[in-house]
């Protein structure tokens, strides 16, 4: 199916006007309609989303795009920390994805404290 016809059907199914849809997304009504007959060049990015959002949808399904996970690499001293701290997967994952100014800590002491850092932070204790 089209970009333009799943937009079409989405606005059909939520009840939301051609004019409601371009108001809110913040496009004119004229490019809309282009877009949802195919005469339009492919929207932007930006354009996409805001579609997506007040279509209470994802860019993903606008554009029948199947998306997945991507494996987050483990650094070798996080996976070493890991192992030494017994962390869940879901702690590790979550290390894995941090970043400082694009650089990621490089040995196990750093790990630990980054990690002993955010517990503290979120504590729920007084």
């Known amino acids: 199916m089209a970009l333009g016809d799943r937009i079409k059907l989405r606005r059909g199914e939520l009840g939301i006007s051609a004019s409601e849809l371009a ?19 492919r929207p932007s990015g930006t354009i996409l ?9 994802t860019v993903a399904d606008l554009l029948e795009q199947e998306v997945r996970p991507t494996a987050a690499t483990i650094p070798e001293a996080l996976r070493d920390f890991a192992t030494q701290a017994h ?4 702690d590790v994952r979550m290390l894995s994805q941090v970043r400082f100014r694009g650089a990621q800590p490089k040995s196990v002491e750093d790990w630990r404290y980054l990690y002993e850092s955010i517990k503290r932070s979120i504590s729920t204790e007084n």
Not at 49 to 57: S, V
Not at 87 to 90: N, V, Y
């Open 87 to 90: 962390l869940p997967d879901e």
């Open 49 to 57: 989303f805001q579609l997506a959002q007040h279509l209470g949808t």
């Open 23 to 41: 108001k809110r997304a913040g496009i004119s009504k004229g490019y809309l309609s282009s877009l949802e007959n195919g005469d339009a060049t």
